[in-house]
Each structure stands twice: as C-alpha cells, then as structure tokens.
C-alpha cells in the first residue's frame, strides 16, 4: 500500500509516515524543508521511500504534489500538513490567517480531489482535522473554522465515496504533544502522544466504519460533549482554556 503523507517531517505526519514503513509501505513524504525531509528517508531506510518539496500554501506546491498524484496511483493520502495561530482575530494580521485557509482547507480540497480523480476501490483518504471541529475555540476563530470544514467535507466524501470502495476519514485529534513543552497547560489526560494518535488511526482505518475519529477516549468523551452542550456553553469552556496550539 503507497501512501502520500503531507507535512511528514515531524509531528502527527511523521509518525505516520514511520509507522506505515514499519508495515513496509512506501511512503512519499511531503514537505518545506528538504533537509528534514532527507533526514526522513534516511530514518525510513530502504523500502521505495521518496519525498517531494512544496510548499502547500502556494499555488506551484500544491501543483507539484496534485501532478504526483495524478500520475502514481496511490493507496493512501494523508492530508496531515496544517497550520495554527492563536490570538484575537482583528489582532492577527490578514497575511497571517490567510495562509491557514490555503494550506488547512484550499490544499486539502485539491490534493483530495486530484487523488480522488484516480483512485481505485480499497484506497483512503485521511484528512487531518481537529476536536476543535466540533466547538470554536474563541483564540482560535480561524483555525477552528477551518478544521470544521476538513470535517464537514471528510464527512461528505465518505457517503459520496463508499459505493466506489474508497473510505474517506477525518482525523480529529486533541491537543498533541507535537513538540515539548506544547499543550504543558492542558490535563494530561486530554493530551496524545503522536505515536497514539497514530495508532488509533491506523486501527479506524483498517475498519473502515465510520468517517470521523477521535483517538482516545477523554477526547472522545469531550468531542461528544461538545456536540451536545449549548453552544454558548461550549464556548465559554474553550475560551477559559488557555492553552492553544500555534504554529
Ligand atoms: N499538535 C496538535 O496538538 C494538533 C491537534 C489537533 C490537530 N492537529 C493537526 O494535525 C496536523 C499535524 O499537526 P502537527 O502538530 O503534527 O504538525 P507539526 O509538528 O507542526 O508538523 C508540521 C509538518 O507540516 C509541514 N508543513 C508545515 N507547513 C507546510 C506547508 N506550508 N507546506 C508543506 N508542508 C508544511 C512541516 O514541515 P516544513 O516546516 O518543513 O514544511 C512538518 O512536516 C495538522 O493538520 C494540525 O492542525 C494537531
């Protein structure tokens, strides 16, 4: 099984893309950073691995990596890479919210639909969204919205998707210790590991039931609640929440 992973230099997409060569599968890592990224082949040793360098916030990167996808067909598509800022929304300059938008939502849509152009009964798409999809967090207007969107449009692919025998995911993690001293703030309990985000999703993935995930259970117990308290409820919580996770 062929996987595309992007942003697979650190984080969630590395874990990723080390777990599934730990399976033997090729992995096509992308990102920024071509260091990092030969960095990565170099952990992932032999085994078909390659990378592409883009940058999923201009138009030429998301060209670069939607022409692979057309051209090779894939079994797997990770839409991992996604940016966050923090910080009241008339305060944060448009230069900087804009980019969210082109690499959370605009790159997703279009890598999405490139792989899902070709792609052959038994393959998945897995987009990377957030518990945030299912409450705003107030600080993180921007950031939210977009990862509602993954969700909503994950959610909608999966329907549209089954009858061809391709599954349609959206990854909703909660807070992820990405990088030390990130989510410090947060209950231990609420934060993951990338390794167990992982885990649980490659566990949803070899089901195939359901279109959203949430690994592990105080967030899946969350994630409920704020589907079901009173919005200005669910609100407030987050907003008392200080923590956040910025990029
Ligand atoms: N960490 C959390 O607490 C958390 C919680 C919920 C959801 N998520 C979601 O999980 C996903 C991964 O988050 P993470 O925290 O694991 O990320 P991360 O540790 O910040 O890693 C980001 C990866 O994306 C790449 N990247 C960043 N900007 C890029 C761009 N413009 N074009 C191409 N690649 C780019 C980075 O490499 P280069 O810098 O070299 O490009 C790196 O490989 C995101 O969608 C995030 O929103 C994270």
């Known amino acids: 099984m062929t996987a595309l992973i992007t942003g697979a230099t650190e984080g969630i997409g590395r874990a990723f893309a080390r777990a599934l060569a730990s399976e033997g599968r090729p992995v096509t890592a992308v990102a920024r950073t071509e260091q990092r990224l030969q960095a990565l082949m170099t952990e992932l040793g032999p085994g078909g691995h390659d990378y592409l360098v883009a940058d999923l916030t201009t138009p030429e990167g998301v060209r670069t990596v939607a022409d692979a996808l057309k051209a090779t067909p894939y079994d797997l598509l990770i839409n991992n890479a996604g940016l966050a800022r923090s910080g009241p929304f008339t305060d944060t300059p448009l230069d900087q919210a804009l980019p969210l938008l082109r690499l959370n939502c605009e790159a997703v849509v279009t890598l999405a639909h490139a792989f899902l152009a070709t792609a052959h009964p038994g393959a998945a798409l897995v987009n990377v969204a957030s518990t945030l999809a299912f409450a705003p967090k107030p ?109």
Request: aromatic share 4%.
């Open 139 to 247: 600080g993180q207007a921007v950031y939210s919205a977009t990862k509602a969107f993954v969700t909503s449009l994950s959610e909608a692919l999966w329907y549209e998707q089954k009858p061809r025998g391709v599954h349609v995911m959206a990854l909703c993690p909660g807070p992820t210790a990405t990088r030390p001293g990130l989510h410090a703030d947060t209950p231990s309990v609420l934060v993951q590991t990338p390794e167990a985000v992982v885990a649980s999703a490659l566990a949803a993935l070899s089901r195939r039931r359901r279109p959203t995930v949430v690994p592990g259970r105080a967030n899946t117990l969350l994630a409920a609640a704020a589907r079901v308290l009173p919005r200005t409820t669910a609100l407030s919580l987050l907003a008392d929440h200080q923590a956040s996770y910025d990029k």
